[in-house]
Protein backbone atom coordinates (compact mmCIF):
# COMPACT_ATOMS: atom_id res chain seq x y z
CA UNK A 1 0.00 0.00 0.00
CA UNK A 2 2.81 2.31 0.98
CA UNK A 3 4.54 1.92 -2.39
CA UNK A 4 1.34 2.55 -4.09
CA UNK A 5 0.83 6.12 -2.86
CA UNK A 6 4.85 6.56 -3.28
CA UNK A 7 3.72 5.94 -7.10
CA UNK A 8 1.09 8.69 -7.05
CA UNK A 9 3.74 11.04 -5.56
CA UNK A 10 6.11 10.64 -8.40
CA UNK A 11 3.26 10.27 -10.93
CA UNK A 12 2.30 13.74 -9.24
CA UNK A 13 5.31 15.24 -9.49
CA UNK A 14 6.13 14.12 -12.82
CA UNK A 15 2.64 15.92 -14.03
CA UNK A 16 3.54 19.14 -12.66
CA UNK A 17 6.82 19.46 -14.04
CA UNK A 18 5.47 18.76 -17.43
CA UNK A 19 2.65 20.87 -16.88
CA UNK A 20 5.02 23.95 -15.20
CA UNK A 21 5.32 25.53 -18.57
CA UNK A 22 1.59 26.36 -19.09
CA UNK A 23 1.02 27.48 -15.69
CA UNK A 24 3.42 29.90 -16.16
CA UNK A 25 2.04 31.28 -19.16
CA UNK A 26 -1.20 31.54 -17.58
CA UNK A 27 0.81 33.21 -14.40
CA UNK A 28 2.18 35.55 -16.46
CA UNK A 29 -1.29 36.74 -18.51
CA UNK A 30 -2.52 36.89 -15.17
CA UNK A 31 -0.41 39.18 -13.76
CA UNK A 32 -0.35 41.49 -16.94
CA UNK A 33 -3.66 41.75 -16.53
CA UNK A 34 -4.07 42.27 -13.24
CA UNK A 35 -1.28 45.34 -13.53
CA UNK A 36 -3.12 46.81 -16.93
CA UNK A 37 -6.30 47.02 -14.61
CA UNK A 38 -4.32 48.90 -11.70
CA UNK A 39 -2.41 51.27 -14.14
CA UNK A 40 -5.54 52.23 -15.46
CA UNK A 41 -7.11 52.68 -12.27
CA UNK A 42 -4.58 54.90 -11.04
CA UNK A 43 -4.36 57.16 -15.09
CA UNK A 44 -8.14 57.44 -14.13
CA UNK A 45 -7.71 58.71 -10.88
CA UNK A 46 -4.70 61.39 -11.86
CA UNK A 47 -6.91 62.12 -14.38
CA UNK A 48 -9.84 62.92 -12.56
CA UNK A 49 -7.47 64.89 -10.30
CA UNK A 50 -5.75 67.18 -13.02
CA UNK A 51 -9.68 67.86 -14.40
CA UNK A 52 -10.97 69.03 -10.86
CA UNK A 53 -7.78 71.53 -10.40
Keep these: MEVFFILIAVGLMIIWFLLS ?3 QKIGNSTIN ?3 DVVT ?3 NNEEEKETKQQ
Excluded: G, H, T
Aim: proline share 0%; glycine share 0%; aromatic share 22%.
Design 40 to 42: DEI
Design 33 to 35: KIK
Design 21 to 23: RFF
